[in-house]
């Protein structure tokens, strides 16, 4: 095929929705392509599939956190009791919840804190909150994929720009935060690939 055939674009977009990394609009667009009978591009998303699937088990085990045993056993106790005449309740697999007194932070610099929430482990993506004392910074690190953050609480200055209380940014994989510190101190919202790369100074 030619360079830049529709075709071979397509074929491209497999891996990419075997991850779930498209957008609505180009996954439906996918879709539709696929409902119209491509047998190569069929192929393709099952072999992608089946690695994707190969990769999710390959997470290796990890042992629970002694908050986890803690959060179960209060689950245990609010639902595990029901009034008389009345069917036990039961928590919900379906949902969960972590309360802002359950935080647990993990310090991952001087200054710098980290709770991280939910890893996909199909996509990679970690959702997590960050806390970090006046006056830290982040090391300069490029991004393995799309990173996404909210400011919760006080100032952040990334790329140059300075971000507040509910002010949201984004960068595309492949780029580099450069500087990102607070003066004030500040906690934000992270949705980003588990792992990123420090990127070290020349």
Same mark, same amino acid.
């Given at each position: 095929m030619k360079p830049g055939d529709p075709h071979d &674009?397509?074929?491209?977009?497999?891996?990419?929705? /075997? +991850?779930g990394s498209l957008t609505q609009h180009e996954a439906r667009s996918f879709e539709e392509h696929l409902g119209e009978g491509c047998g190569s591009c069929t192929e393709e998303l099952g072999g992608f599939?089946?690695?994707?699937?190969? +990769?999710?088990?390959?997470?290796?085990?990890? &042992?629970?956190?002694?908050?986890?045993?803690?959060? +179960? &056993?209060?689950?245990?106790? &609010?639902?595990?009791? /029901?009034?008389?005449?009345?069917?036990?309740?039961?928590?919900?697999?379906?949902?969960?919840?972590?309360?802002a007194s359950e935080r647990e932070w993990q310090e991952i610099a001087e200054g710098i804190q980290v709770e991280r929430l939910f890893v996909d482990p199909v996509s990679g993506l970690q959702t997590s909150l960050f806390k970090m004392a006046a006056g830290t910074r982040l090391p300069p690190h490029r991004h393995r994929g799309v990173e996404q953050f909210f400011i919760l609480e006080g100032d952040c200055i990334v790329d140059g720009e300075l971000l507040g209380p509910g002010d949201y940014h984004r960068a595309e994989k492949g780029s580099v935060h450069e500087v990102t510190y607070t003066e004030l101190g500040t906690m934000f919202l992270l949705v980003a690939p588990e792992i990123w790369e420090v990127v070290s100074p020349e």
């Open positions: &674009e397509m074929r491209d977009l497999a891996a990419l929705y /075997a +991850l599939n089946e690695v994707v699937t190969s +990769l999710a088990f390959a997470v290796p085990g990890a &042992e629970p956190s002694p908050g986890l045993y803690k959060r +179960l &056993e209060r689950l245990t106790s &609010e639902y595990g009791q /029901a009034a008389d005449g009345m069917t036990k309740a039961r928590p919900s697999r379906t949902f969960m919840s972590i309360r």
